[in-house]
């Protein structure tokens, strides 16, 4: 599936690369008028295509968590393609300023045989048992848009906000018993951490021609203050349509990374995850 939405991006791009160059002129056509009502809102939902996910966790003594991480693709079987739901809704008071809200969701679940004993939390896991795994990631975030420039096919905006990451892993050890199918053991462990964390981003929209518009974004955060540490980026580029008034649909490529570390009472907290994929949504203006 992630294939055949890479290919209906990259058509995307074809299309705009056979477009006529536009007219000097054409700029007014897709410039927004001096007596415009800016007030308006655009709501576009979609699926995450994730080709490539790289998560790690580690919960336990402070200074060992290369000893202790967790991989969740390798050491515990969660990967592969798979499709999240992501969604916006930017909200524009004036022609200066907006706001924006984002979610994301990620669910991965799986069985498989450890090749190696892994523990989490207070909980140990020995090599060779079967173990059900569930990988849970939801992410919000609220921005003030602040839109320094919109003028002829050009708007520039920087985007202040928090940014509120909830992640969580369990682990339920099996006990696969001939003929009376796979029960569980007593063993079973779950961990999660929510994160609020300030950032700052920019956002450029380029209008190719009246239907066909570019939306550029990145989002960073960096934290080093004593027991906390962390780092973020998400970063997309899209393509949008605008098929009606009020309809329209886009796609592109996005790239979310996220690093934490907390060390709270001699325990340590070292969370890693980095997605990558193809997003293509639906948007409805009012």
Same mark, same amino acid.
């Not at 498989?112 to 090599?127: A, W, Y």
């Given at each position: 599936?992630?294939?055949?939405?890479?290919?209906?991006?990259?058509?995307? %791009?074809?299309?705009?690369?056979?477009?006529?160059?536009?007219?000097?002129?054409?700029?007014?056509?897709?410039?927004?008028?001096?007596?415009?009502?800016?007030?308006?809102?655009?709501?576009?939902?979609?699926?995450?295509?994730?080709?490539?996910?790289? &998560?790690?966790?580690?919960?336990? /003594?402070?200074?060992?968590?290369?000893?202790?991480?967790?991989?969740?693709?390798?050491?515990?079987?969660?990967?592969?393609?798979?499709?999240?739901?992501?969604?916006?809704?930017?909200?524009?008071?004036?022609?200066?300023?907006?706001?924006?809200?984002?979610?994301?969701?990620?669910?991965?679940?799986?069985?498989?045989?450890?090749?190696? &004993?892994?523990?989490?939390?207070?909980?140990?896991?020995?090599?060779?048992?079967?173990?059900?795994?569930?990988?849970?990631?939801?992410? &919000?975030?609220?921005?003030?848009?602040?839109?320094?420039?919109?003028?002829?096919?050009?708007?520039?905006?920087?985007?202040?906000?928090?940014?509120?990451?909830?992640?969580? %892993?369990?682990?339920?050890?099996?006990?696969?018993?001939?003929? &009376?199918?796979?029960?569980?053991?007593?063993?079973?462990?779950?961990?999660?951490?929510?994160?609020?964390?300030?950032?700052?981003?920019?956002?450029?929209?380029?209008?190719?021609? /009246?239907?066909?518009?570019?939306?550029?974004?990145?989002?960073?955060?960096?934290?080093?203050?004593?027991?906390?540490?962390?780092?973020?980026?998400?970063?997309?580029?899209?393509?949008?349509?605008?098929?009606?008034?009020?309809?329209?649909?886009?796609?592109?490529?996005?790239?979310?990374?996220?690093?934490?570390?907390?060390?709270?009472?001699?325990?340590?907290?070292?969370?890693?995850?980095?997605?990558?994929?193809?997003?293509?949504?639906?948007?409805?203006?009012?």
């Amino acid at each position: 599936m992630l294939n055949a939405l890479m290919k209906f991006v990259f058509l995307l %791009l074809l299309i705009l690369l056979w477009q006529p160059a536009p007219a000097e002129d054409d700029d007014e056509s897709v410039a927004s008028p001096d007596n415009k009502d800016y007030r308006g809102g655009t709501l576009r939902m979609g699926a995450f295509a994730i080709g490539d996910i790289k &998560t790690s966790a580690y919960f336990g /003594p402070v200074d060992i968590p290369l000893r202790g991480a967790i991989d969740i693709s390798e050491d515990l079987g969660l990967k592969g393609s798979v499709v999240a739901f992501r969604s916006s809704f930017v909200y524009r008071f004036s022609k200066r300023h907006a706001m924006s809200v984002g979610y994301y969701k990620l669910n991965l679940d799986g069985i498989v045989q450890l090749e190696r &004993t892994i523990e989490l939390g207070d909980s140990e896991f020995d090599i060779g048992i079967d173990v059900k795994s569930r990988y849970d990631e939801q992410i &919000t975030k609220f921005a003030y848009n602040f839109i320094f420039h919109d003028e002829g096919r050009v708007m520039l905006s920087i985007t202040p906000g928090i940014h509120f990451s909830k992640s969580r %892993l369990s682990m339920q050890a099996l006990d696969p018993r001939p003929g &009376t199918g796979t029960t569980a053991l007593d063993e079973s462990e779950n961990r999660s951490i929510t994160a609020p964390l300030p950032m700052l981003g920019g956002r450029l929209v380029y209008r190719l021609s /009246p239907k066909w518009q570019l939306l550029v974004a990145s989002d960073i955060f960096f934290l080093n203050r004593g027991s906390q540490e962390g780092q973020l980026t998400d970063s997309n580029i899209l393509i949008e349509y605008k098929a009606s008034d009020h309809f329209s649909f886009g796609g592109g490529i996005n790239r979310f990374s996220l690093d934490l570390q907390l060390v709270d009472n001699g325990r340590q907290w070292d969370w890693s995850s980095v997605h990558t994929g193809a997003h293509l949504y639906v948007g409805y203006t009012f």
